[in-house]
């Protein structure tokens, strides 16, 4: 495949890449080798992920997990080149892993090398967010390492789950995948901002109405459920990693009540804010290396 692949971060147990197709002839690829444990996030265009009698259907809101020792091909299905965030795993760390997780049938079954998981507005933003902090250089190795490891957590679970949502047809994707491509893009941004869903649906140039619809079918939330949850993972990484007083959490995420914050966050983590930064709920362990 050509594309252009960027070490945007290393560390001692994975590196970020950045991977931008540049196929413009090519339907398929050529078989590939993948000699590592991956988990990729696809941010821009639709392909199909080939593996040993499975064709997985990848566009924004997917992240491909894929064990090491696996071919794949890729078949391009949309004229916008693939983008794709993949966090590669060292040998070590995924041994290690296997200690922990490999009761799970997506590592016991040999006939399973790669599986789709589903995204939410939660991991989405820990994902830009991670992008974010290795670009501006803002954050400590340990900050980042901190919340690659929440990604490998979050995303685990949802493999098994994953089902292909049978709404979002090929001509959806053809005409609206930009759409909600950008309309991420935009609340990840300014979600710290008074949105509105005509400011939103502007920006992504369709109607209020036709966009409110189009967003739901992609992400299975609202815009405003979609922005709700991008601002309460926001205060639960500030609650966890600083000292700031809940109220400044709160207002540095977006939200401009305080009763309202407290309210949607224990609804969302089952603890009042205070409380939650306070407790320490069994988690689950995860390797270094």
Same mark, same amino acid.
């Given at each position: 495949?050509?594309?252009?692949?960027?070490?945007?971060?290393?560390?001692d147990?994975?590196?970020v890449?950045?991977?931008?197709?540049?196929?413009?002839?090519?339907t398929?690829?050529?078989?590939? @080798?993948?000699?590592?444990?991956? &988990?990729?996030?696809?941010? $821009?265009? /639709?392909? *199909?992920?080939?593996?040993?009698?499975?064709?997985?259907?990848?566009?924004?809101?997917?992240v491909?997990?894929?064990?090491?020792?696996?071919?794949?091909?890729?078949?391009?299905?949309?004229?916008?080149?693939?983008?794709?965030?993949?966090?590669q795993?060292?040998d070590?760390?995924f041994?290690?892993?296997?200690e922990?997780?490999g009761?799970?049938?997506?590592?016991?079954?040999?006939d399973i090398?790669?599986?789709?998981?589903?995204?939410?507005?939660?991991?989405?933003?820990?994902?830009?967010?991670?992008?974010?902090?290795?670009?501006?250089?803002?954050?400590?190795t340990?900050?980042?390492?901190?919340c690659?490891l929440?990604?490998?957590?979050e995303?685990?679970?949802?493999?098994?789950? @994953?089902?292909?949502?049978?709404? &979002?047809?090929?001509r959806? $994707?053809? /005409?609206h *995948?930009e759409?909600?491509?950008?309309?991420k893009?935009?609340?990840?941004?300014?979600f710290?901002e008074?949105?509105?869903l005509t400011?939103l649906?502007q920006?992504?140039?369709?109607?209020?109405f036709h966009?409110?619809r189009?967003?739901?079918?992609?992400?299975?939330?609202a815009?405003?459920?979609?922005?709700l949850?991008?601002?309460?993972?926001?205060a639960?990484?500030?609650?966890?990693?600083?000292?700031?007083p809940?109220?400044?959490?709160a207002?540095?995420?977006?939200?401009?009540s305080?009763?309202?914050?407290?309210?949607?966050?224990?609804?969302?983590y089952?603890l009042?804010?205070?409380?939650?930064?306070?407790?320490?709920p069994?988690?689950?362990?995860?390797?270094?290396?």
């Amino acid at each position: 495949m050509e594309a252009d692949l960027h070490t945007l971060y290393r560390s001692d147990f994975y590196q970020v890449i950045d991977f931008r197709c540049r196929c413009t002839s090519c339907t398929t690829t050529k078989p590939e @080798y993948a000699d590592s444990f991956c &988990i990729s996030f696809v941010r $821009k265009g /639709n392909f *199909l992920y080939n593996v040993f009698r499975r064709s997985m259907d990848s566009y924004t809101g997917c992240v491909i997990v894929t064990k090491p020792g696996t071919e794949r091909t890729i078949t391009h299905t949309h004229s916008i080149p693939d983008e794709c965030t993949i966090f590669q795993f060292t040998d070590n760390f995924f041994r290690a892993l296997l200690e922990y997780h490999g009761g799970l049938r997506f590592f016991t079954d040999n006939d399973i090398h790669s599986l789709l998981a589903k995204t939410d507005a939660s991991l989405e933003f820990l994902h830009h967010h991670i992008i974010h902090q290795v670009i501006t250089r803002a954050a400590s190795t340990l900050e980042i390492d901190q919340c690659v490891l929440d990604i490998v957590r979050e995303v685990l679970p949802r493999v098994a789950d @994953y089902t292909p949502d049978t709404r &979002i047809d090929a001509r959806l $994707k053809k /005409n609206h *995948l930009e759409t909600i491509e950008a309309a991420k893009a935009y609340i990840t941004t300014h979600f710290t901002e008074d949105i509105s869903l005509t400011a939103l649906a502007q920006h992504c140039c369709v109607s209020p109405f036709h966009f409110s619809r189009i967003f739901k079918s992609f992400t299975s939330s609202a815009p405003h459920q979609y922005l709700l949850l991008t601002r309460l993972k926001h205060a639960e990484m500030i609650l966890r990693n600083t000292t700031l007083p809940v109220a400044d959490a709160a207002f540095a995420s977006g939200f401009n009540s305080l009763e309202h914050f407290t309210k949607s966050f224990h609804q969302r983590y089952g603890l009042p804010p205070a409380k939650f930064r306070t407790a320490t709920p069994a988690a689950t362990v995860l390797p270094l290396f």
